[in-house]
């Protein structure tokens, strides 16, 4: 996430229902300060935490936001650019893919 993505705000609802389901360990990275941090915390109150990520390097590392990566053992196995799907969806066409690899 950052701050000034509407796309972003956008996701937030969907987030949070995968961060309620409590079936994955869900967090968010950000390159927006401590105070837009607070800021996202206050306005979408969101069911997950929120870290805060080098600004210089965070379009180094993500290319695209929202973005949702599935990790295994800390390697990328799967991953959504753009919106992020609802749980229904993320179970029924992502996930056993991914948990296939």
Not at 10 to 26: I, P, S
Not at 60 to 79: C, M, N, Q, T
């Amino acid at each position: 996430f950052t701050v000034s993505c509407h796309p972003c705000w956008n996701a937030m609802a969907n987030v949070n229902q995968l961060a309620r389901e409590k079936t994955l360990d869900l967090f968010a990275v950000t390159a927006s300060s401590t105070q837009e941090i607070e800021w996202l915390e206050r306005n979408f109150n969101p069911d997950f935490p929120i870290f805060g990520f080098e600004p210089t390097r965070f379009g180094e590392v993500f290319r695209y936001w929202p973005a949702l990566y599935y990790l295994v053992d800390g390697r990328i196995v799967g991953k959504i650019e753009g919106d992020i799907p609802t749980l229904k969806t993320l179970t029924d066409v992502h996930l056993e893919g991914w948990k296939a690899r």
